[in-house]
């Protein structure tokens, strides 16, 4: 395996001294993808850009590491478009992301590169109708982008659907991919696809899993790395609140009671704490949406839908939500819950602080939380400050109205699940 990381020698790589004037086109980019660049607002090519798209347009494989929000899916999904229009054929690419909401926003991001040359893509994931999805891809779309689990129900039980003429293989979050279990089902895919083809992985991270999955998948790959320290980036400003878990409640009500007006993404660890709290700050006024694993699909890309449109600025989401998604001008990410792996803390506050702007983050630490919290401190290589409140007992004059709400939400719980509300009745 080459671990080069030097810029190809052709006449399209930047060097250093023409490093401010790096474009998409020096890189070796066609007009109309330029265009199209031009189109969405992709003003200058990002690092992880200017390092994979010259290697990957002389037909190399790619291992690209870089941290999230990075720009990685125009990284690959540039020179698949390119050699597309090159050699246009149906089930030309296939991409696999490891949730469904990422799955969808790659797609909208070859659709808005790939529009001036009349690109079409299909979404295969779970969630949707098997008929409908199997009737899209006999139309022999040029890209797919899945899920490995509904792509392979695909490839075993669709009549007529195969991926024997596939040119391009794109694992996007790998190590997501395969912290989710979906090994197994790579490697069924992997057999069953050809060999001669290109194939680029995308991670964060390089654990051993990845590492593995990179020697069985690719051939003599180019490793190129933008970010060797798995980092936040600088203009996020990183904040922790210190409470009991009692008022845990109303420490997040005070929160968005402080922030209120700014586009917020509050984290969980589980789907009922992300139902519960969207239906308590509802019943407080905030215009608060879910977004969990135990939704509909439809009704998870409607939550996405109105969040990124601002009819919803408070959205409360579960883990689904922490890789890839790339939500323009969140302001703010309050991790309700600490999470148990301190990648995931990064992949959660990435959400904010994008292309260069600035964001907070607040993460509550209760009393059962320090050793988790310390452990990110040590990982991200830097200490929170203490998010500046006037006193705790303006936190806790909150609590009345908190009581009242998590009584609303527990009785509407009850009530969906046709059990009656407890009423205690004094003894006379």
Known sequence: MSNDNKEPNNNNSPSKDEEKEVSFASLGVIEPLCKACEQVKYVKPTDIQVEAIPWALQGRDIIGLAQTGSGKTAAFALPILQALWEAPQGLFACVLAPTRELAYQITETFNALGSTIGVRCVVIVGGMDMMAQSIALSKKPHIIIATPGRLQDHLENTKGFGLRTLKYLVMDEADKLLDMDFGPMIDKILKIIPKERHTFLFSATMTTKVAKLQRASLNNPVKVEVSSKYSTVSTLLQYYLFFPFKHKDCYLIYLCNEL?????????????????????????????????????????????????????????????????????????????????????????????????????????????????????????????????????????????????????????????????????????
Do not use: W
């Open 260 to 428: 209120a007006g700014n586009s917020t993404i509050i984290f969980t660890r589980t789907c009922n704490d992300a139902q519960r709290l969207a239906l308590m700050l509802r019943n407080l006024g905030f215009t608060a949406i879910p977004l969990h694993g135990q939704l509909a699909q439809s009704k998870r890309l409607g939550s996405l839908n109105k969040f990124k449109a601002g009819s919803r600025n408070i959205l409360v989401a579960t883990d689904v939500a922490s890789r890839g998604l790339d939500i323009p001008l969140v302001d703010v990410v309050i991790n309700f819950d600490i999470p148990a792996n301190s990648k995931d803390y990064i992949h959660r506050v990435g959400r904010t602080a994008r292309a260069g702007r600035a964001g907070k983050s607040i993460t509550l630490v209760t009393q059962y939380d320090v050793e988790l919290f310390q452990r990110i401190e040590h990982v991200i290589g830097k200490q929170m400050e203490a998010f500046p409140i006037e006193s705790n007992d303006d936190v806790l004059l909150l609590q009345e109205r908190v009581s009242e709400a998590q009584q609303v939400v527990a009785a509407a719980k009850h009530l969906k699940k046709g059990v009656k509300p407890k009423n205690k009745k004094l003894k006379r």
